[in-house]
């Protein structure tokens, strides 16, 4: 019952706010000869107000007995409701008795109390930090990681990527569902509807769970009008929780497939700067060559024309299947599409799916897939895509010749399938393409001059990086 009545506080408390601040207002103008006559409606608006700030100290009552709040934040503002519904209690008798002196007082500490305790409850409601001078830019997740092998899994990527998203809700000022990821002991403990973090099991880590939920979904973590993790994040902290989720090892003493290297690549170069899932551009070195060369910007990859938001029963069926779908950005209707959690057999009426995204859809990321002739035709139809990841899948010369038709593709990753040069070749007049990753593809050396002229104004990397010897390289053993 506590819990009914408390929902209505977030309405209530408006009223009061509305009601008192317009009674201040008047009584001010009023002192004017001209407006004289908004004084008579001072008394009626204080009632209401006085009243509306009862209820809202009732149900604002009812409300903190339900969930976890810092209790000196909730406390002062508690008391800050009370004292600004004592204040319009003050201020009416003083208008009544027609006190001007004692009215100018109360009306002041009145308006000062109403700015406070609006203020603590918005602080209550969005975290401390919520009004801020900053320039309102999401801020960079990671800081730069020079070799991600060697980095600290908790310290230096859980971590940080738990306090850029999940701690202003779940942090030490504030405990929503009762959880905090802020610190191991509180993560491993977790919340009222249990488990954040489960050891190897990923359907029973409510954190993974909440995460891959549709984002218009009511549990979804973090709502959708906070900024989002990306896709490479949260396929990382599916790594870690299925890896065991430690808390002290590095990165290099976890199992890792060659799928999750790629993965931590990139959790590299968007912490750098130049990630995939990063807005800058992304520089790769290119196979045989001794430097490293722009090859373009993912905000390039961003069609500028405006699109209407996909169809969320769709999004919702495929998400229902384990595809995790994003929005590329927050502002834009565009989507990312990622198999990563979905399996290795996707079914045709699954990727079908896909074909209903088509305006929307322009990242594409499907590693380690096993499609049929079928499914591949759908892919090609995806007329929109300007990234897409077929990584070792089995994709071969036969069905390559569907990825013909898209026009807009800037950045192809077919490492590790079983195409040949035979087969790229048929890709060689796609007027968009940049990047072409090719690594344990179906090529060798003898090949490269073929793709070169195949692809003149694609970067193609093959994987096979040649560094320069430094002179710390080597050491003299006497």
């Known amino acids: 019952m506590l819990d009914f009545f408390g929902r209505f506080h977030p309405v209530l408390v408006h009223l009061p706010i509305g009601f008192l601040i317009l009674a201040i207002l008047f009584q001010w103008l009023g002192k004017r000869t001209t407006w004289s006559y908004l004084r008579l409606s001072v008394p009626v608006i204080l009632i ?116 850029a998203r999940c701690v202003s809700c779940h942090g030490a000022s504030k405990q929503k569902g009762k959880l905090r990821l802020d610190e191991p002991s509180f993560i491993l403990k977790g919340g009222e509807d249990g488990l954040a973090v489960k050891a190897k099991d990923l359907e029973n880590s409510e954190l993974i769970k909440r995460l891959l939920l549709p984002s218009d979904a009511k549990k979804h973590m973090p709502p959708i009008s906070q900024a989002q993790l990306t896709g490479t994040e949260i396929q990382f902290l599916q790594w870690w929780v299925q890896a065991g989720a430690d808390f002290s090892q590095k990165i290099n003493a976890l199992p890792q497939t060659e799928q999750d290297k790629q993965m931590l690549q990139e959790l590299q170069l968007a912490s750098q ?28 990859s961003i069609p500028e024309k405006p699109v209407q938001p996909a169809d969320a029963a769709i999004v919702h069926r495929l998400k229902e299947q384990g595809v995790v779908v994003l929005p590329v950005n927050r502002s834009s209707a565009y989507l990312s599409v990622n198999f990563v959690t979905a399996g290795k057999e996707i079914p045709d009426t699954t990727i ?43 994709l071969s010369d036969e069905w390559i010749v569907n990825l013909q038709n898209l026009k807009a593709l800037h950045w192809l990753n077919l490492v590790g399938s079983q195409v040949t040069i035979d087969g790229l070749q048929k890709l060689g007049k796609l007027p968009e393409l940049r990047q072409l990753f090719l690594y344990k593809a179906g090529f060798s050396a003898a090949d490269w001059t073929r793709l070169q002229q195949a692809f003149p104004a694609v970067q193609i990397d093959t994987g096979n990086y040649r560094l320069p010897l430094l002179p710390g390289d080597t050491s003299l053993v006497k």
């Open 352 to 394: 079908a799916l896909l074909e209903q995204l088509k305006p929307q859809l322009i990242w594409l990321k499907m590693d380690e897939v096993q499609l049929s002739a079928a499914s591949y035709a759908v892919i090609g139809k995806l007329s929109n895509l300007t990234r897409l990841q077929l990584s070792n899948s089995n």
């Open 273 to 300: 700067g130049a990630g995939t899932d990063s807005a800058k551009g992304t520089s790769v070195k290119k196979s045989g060559g001794a430097g490293i060369a722009p090859v373009f910007t993912l905000a390039a």
């Open 48 to 163: 209401l107000g006085m009243l509306s700030a009862l209820f809202a100290c009732i149900t604002g009552l009812a409300l903190s007995g339900t969930a976890d709040y810092p209790e000196s934040l909730l406390g002062w503002h508690q008391w800050m409701g009370i004292g600004t519904t004592l204040l319009s209690l003050g201020m009416f008798w003083a208008v009544q008795r027609k006190k001007e002196t004692a009215t100018n007082l109360i009306t002041a500490l009145l308006l000062a109390a109403i700015t406070v305790t609006g203020h603590m409850g918005g602080s209550l409601t969005h975290g401390e930090d919520y009004l801020s001078f900053g320039s309102g830019q999401v801020k960079p997740t990671l800081s730069p990681i020079a070799d991600i092998q060697s980095a600290h899994v908790y310290t230096d990527l859980v971590q940080p990527i738990f306090e």
